[in-house]
């Protein structure tokens, strides 16, 4: 069983950057798709991207492209989400999770959910 750790929310201006980070444990993440997703307070969890075992295909939210970028390293077992151009409406706990395939961006397909890191984006 696969767990993940995500870190490096925080509070940040809008029109500022930040880094998440998804550390794995437990097993090698090595041949799963990979994906962030976000819930902000009373409201759903929604997709923001997802990337696939080689880092060769990744694929974003509308409200999220061209403002975040998602990569992995593999040899580090951890998954990154560059967040740029933040905005008041990116505040949300964020989530890493895990599915065999990339494509889907339903939060019902995806699994072993880590805990989450809060960004709080200010105006």
């Known amino acids: 069983q696969v767990q993940f750790e995500e870190s490096g929310g925080g509070l940040v201006q809008a029109g500022g950057s930040l880094r998440l980070s998804c550390a794995a444990s437990g097993r090698t993440f090595t041949n799963y798709c990979m994906a962030w997703f976000r819930q902000a307070a009373g409201k759903e969890r929604e997709f923001v991207a997802g990337i696939n075992w080689t880092g060769s295909l990744s694929y974003y939210g509308d409200s999220v492209k061209g403002r975040f970028t998602i990569s992995r390293d593999n040899a580090k077992n951890t998954v990154y989400l560059q967040m740029s151009i933040l905005k008041p409406e990116d505040t949300a706990v964020y989530y890493c999770?895990?599915?065999?395939?990339?494509?889907?961006?339903?939060?019902?397909?995806?699994?072993?959910w880590g805990q989450g890191t809060q960004v709080t984006v200010s105006s």
């Open positions: 999770a895990t599915r065999p395939y990339c494509g889907s961006k339903r939060v019902v397909d995806f699994g072993s």
